[in-house]
């Protein structure tokens, strides 16, 4: 096989071990004599798969019994719709943090179910970087009933590492592009959601852990399939979930705990983000405008200096079997992700490609 690496920001990269093993069983899995997309997902081997994948889920983010582990379609962006749509009647309030394009996003969908108030938290420094304003500075509305923001802003690479916390409102997170990056303490958050095809598996699956409390007290007239509580009744499966998405995100997951689990990911993802961050700063040709408190470990954007290498950057790069370093169009620049799955190895050869590439054109 070709050994390309992927850095594309989804969909995205998955452990080899996983593809291998969706490989090797997908036309006889456990032994059924057909594929698992052919089977009935109300037949007793595939609600233990599904069970399966909840309880390994459970596991790497130590999620409490006080919480419900649900599934659906519709990605992060029909969460933009349902969390207003559940939680909130129509002239209720609710605070949007706006650190970026995703974040923005959900303000905007949020706009169509209730008053929501946009809470600007991005600031230049005196060096011209990017950095996110102090918790203590955040216009919390009083009247809102949760404040909604997203720990990583997958197409500037600019995260929130530290977890909010605020008195009597409910913490809900777009944690699509590093959920399973690092441990995080479930109990301060209300809901968290991701799409699954950045850091999970293919897409088609949203995961949501969301508080049980929150279901009991909240559910409104949102459409069936995104209705917390009508998912919560028929654990997950009011219609047909995509099963093969939820198949093979369960084999991620056991990849993961196969591997050492989220402190194990975590250690591994900050030695590949600080391996090239640290050879971006101490680059001629490459810069990355983000404070370091605020860099991403998930998605790493850099500029060329000299902007008119830009295409050639990208040919030869593609050439050498790095995928999809293109920055998101409404950025240019780079954007190398760096999800779980990519290896170590992966990384260091960004690093040498760019390094060759600075030596030979500057
Ligand atoms: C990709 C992404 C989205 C959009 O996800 P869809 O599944 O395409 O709706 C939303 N938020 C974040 C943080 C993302 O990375």
């Known amino acids: 096989m070709n050994k390309i690496y992927n ?25 059924i004599g057909s594929s698992i997309i052919e089977i009935s997902h ?28 649900l599934f659906c379609q519709g990605g992060a962006r029909g969460q933009f719709a349902a969390v207003p749509m559940n939680l909130l ?9 706006n650190s970026g394009y995703w974040s923005y996003n959900a303000f905007i969908e949020s706009k169509k179910y209730c008053l ?30 949760y404040i909604h923001y997203c720990p990583n802003e997958t197409i500037e690479g600019l995260s929130i ?40 598996g293919p897409s088609g699956i949203t995961f949501i852990i969301i508080k049980k409390e929150i279901i009991k007290k909240y559910s409104n007239c949102s459409p069936s399939i995104l209705n917390y509580s009508i998912l919560d009744k028929y654990n997950s499966m009011f219609n047909t979930p995509p099963t093969f998405s939820l198949y093979l995100s369960g084999l991620v997951f056991k990849w993961l ?9 975590y250690k591994i993802n900050k030695i590949k983000a600080n391996l090239l961050y640290d050879y971006i700063d101490k680059s001629y040709l490459y810069t990355n405008n983000i404070a370091k408190k605020n860099r991403s470990i998930m998605n790493v954007t850099f500029k060329l200096k000299n902007e008119k290498l830009n295409n050639l950057f990208i040919k030869n790069s593609v050439k050498q079997g790095l995928y999809a370093l293109k920055g ?22 960004l690093i040498k490609y760019m390094n060759k590439f600075e030596k030979k054109y500057t």
């Open 42 to 69: 109300r037949s007793s081997s595939f609600i233990k798969v599904a069970e399966n994948t909840e309880n390994d889920l459970r596991d790497l983010l130590n999620i409490p019994d006080t919480y419900k582990v």
């Open 116 to 145: 929501p108030n946009l809470i600007n938290v991005v600031k230049y420094l005196k060096n011209g970087k990017k950095t996110i304003t102090k918790f203590s500075e955040w216009k919390v509305n009083k009247k809102s009933i």
């Open 7 to 31: 850095f594309s920001a989804g969909p995205s990269m998955l452990p080899h071990d996983v593809l291998l093993r969706a490989h090797k069983e997908f036309l006889n899995w456990n032994n």
């Open 161 to 200: 590492h530290e977890e909010p916390f605020f008195k009597n409102k409910i913490l809900v997170g777009d944690f699509s592009s590093t959920i399973l990056s690092k441990p995080i303490d479930i109990n301060k958050y209300g809901i968290i959601y991701a799409g699954a095809q950045k850091n999970i």
């Open 257 to 265: 705990k196969s591997i050492g689990g989220l402190n194990k990911i």
């Open 328 to 349: 998101h169009k409404i950025l240019g620049g780079m954007r190398a992700s760096i999800y779980n799955a990519m290896p170590i190895k992966g990384v260091k050869k």
């Open 89 to 97: 009647k129509k002239y209720q309030q609710a605070d949007y943090v």
